[in-house]
Nanobody, 125 residues
């Protein structure tokens, strides 16, 4: 069983930065792809980016490319989402998720088996 706990959300002004964390436990995470999704009020849950734990290869949505960076700390079993140059439209609840590496890359939320509880990010203008 995989447990994911997301943290680090908060209120930040436009142009600011925030780092989210996703603490993972319960499995050997080298076998997983970890992802971040976000859901704004009244909208669908959208893909933000993902990282393959084994070799740290990443994939990003166009809307965050160049501003957000995903990394992982193997010793801490934690995935990070560093968010820079934040915009009001980045306001959402951010979720971390995991799927088996053998299943390949995916940007679809339905392909992810495990989810954290979400952390609120609010960007003021």
């Amino acid at each position: 069983q995989v447990q994911l706990v997301a943290s680090g959300g908060g209120l930040v002004q436009a142009g600011g930065s925030l780092r989210l964390s996703c603490a993972a436990s319960g499995r050997t995470f080298s076998d997983y792809i970890m992802a971040w999704f976000r859901q704004a009020p009244g909208k669908d849950r959208d893909f933000v980016g993902s990282i393959r734990w084994s070799d740290t290869t990443t994939d990003y949505a166009d809307s965050v490319k160049g501003r957000f960076t995903i990394s992982r700390d193997n010793a801490e079993s934690t995935v990070y989402l560093q968010m820079n140059s934040l915009k009001p439209e980045d306001t959402a609840v951010y979720y971390c998720a995991a799927r088996a590496r053998a299943s390949g890359w995916s940007r679809f939320k339905s392909d992810y088996y495990y989810w954290g509880q979400g952390t609120q990010v609010t960007v003021s203008s």
